[in-house]
């Protein structure tokens, strides 16, 4: 989980999603190095759509869980639709992917506080 809300932080914030796409060689800092790459982490290496419905309940609360399978929908569906057309920032549907993000980020947020108050 940790792995995916540091996948919707670099999605939330346009200027360290450039930044990760237009790293020089030899000074990488994070090794999504673009688009594709960005895909893969996530679908390929991580299994997003596989890995949220096996977490168990003791793992992550319901709201955290919900915005986290809606930012790996969104990001699925997001993908389908560009295809092999350029990368778009602006477009209304990376602007929701980048909503969903936010969303997850905050939901994180409120687990962590709830957590904290009843620990």
């Not at 919900?66 to 990368?87: I, N």
């Not at 477009?91 to 409120?110: D, G």
């Not at 962590?112 to 108050?117: E, G, H, I, T, V």
């Amino acid at each position: 989980m940790p792995q995916m809300l540091a996948y919707c932080e670099l999605v939330a914030d346009d200027e360290r999603l450039s930044s990760a796409f237009n790293q020089k060689s030899g000074q990488f800092w994070t090794s999504v190095t673009g688009y594709d790459e960005l895909i893969e982490q996530i679908f390929d290496d991580l299994d997003a759509l596989g890995l949220l419905p096996e977490l168990p309940e003791s793992q992550i609360d319901d709201e955290l869980k919900l915005a986290l399978d809606s930012f790996v929908r969104r990001l699925s569906v997001f993908d389908e639709q560009k295809g092999e057309s350029e990368f778009d920032i602006e477009s209304p549907s990376w602007l929701s992917v980048k909503a969903a993000a936010v969303e997850a980020i905050t939901a994180a947020r409120i687990s962590k506080a709830n957590n904290a108050q009843t620990h």
